[in-house]
């Protein structure tokens, strides 16, 4: 597990670096994003992957991973949302946004212990493709739960879902880092 601890930390400081880049140079616009548009966008992304995964290739330069750190963090944006509310115009600056965004991901990782704890691991015996089929599939419940109004009947909420996208993309992250490393030099 502390192998585990040590890679989630780096994937998610990447992801988290970017962000503030980022912040820093849109400031925090997203916070005028409703949630179903911040699953929306989630969502293209998880499928852009998937049709780079079947067909190999792309016409736009980014490929998967950059997909991936947008996933993780539009995740966490979405939970910010859900906990703070959507604003009219933005309303924190790049350092509270930050701060808000590190708390999310600080939720997702003492998630990730417990099912990790749990599950043993065995996020690390599946393809990056099967995390993308499960990201999207949480994806569809979550704008089925909008289309509801919020609203279910035995299932987790909006949150726990993107709670479970993020680590999922962390996980992807991962494998995509061992993959690499793992490859021969050509």
Avoid at 14 to 30: E, I, S, V
Avoid at 76 to 83: G, R, S, T
Avoid at 104 to 119: C, E, F, I, S
Wanted: net charge neutral.
């Amino acid at each position: 597990m502390e192998k585990t601890l040590l890679q989630y930390d780096r994937v998610v400081e990447a992801c988290m670096g970017l962000f503030a880049k980022k912040a820093k140079d849109y400031g925090t616009a997203w916070r005028v994003m409703r949630i179903a548009s911040l699953t929306d966008q989630v969502f293209i992304k998880a499928q852009r992957i998937r049709t780079l995964q079947q067909t190999g290739q792309g016409k736009v330069a980014e490929g998967i991973r950059p997909e991936l750190v947008g996933m993780l963090n539009y995740s966490a944006m979405a939970l910010v949302q859900l906990k703070l509310g959507v604003a009219d115009a933005p309303d924190l600056s790049a350092g509270e946004a930050l701060a808000e965004v590190r708390q999310a991901v600080a939720a997702a990782r003492d998630l990730m212990v417990r099912k990790n704890h749990d599950y043993g691991e065995a996020w690390r015996n599946m393809r990056i493709s099967s995390l993308v089929d499960l990201m999207l599939v949480k994806l569809l419940r979550i704008k089925q739960i909008e289309d509801n109004h919020g609203r279910t009947l035995v299932s987790e909420g909006i949150d726990a879902n993107f709670l479970d996208i993020l680590n999922y993309a962390a996980f992807a992250l991962i494998l995509m880092d061992e993959q690499e490393s793992s490859a021969p030099d050509r």
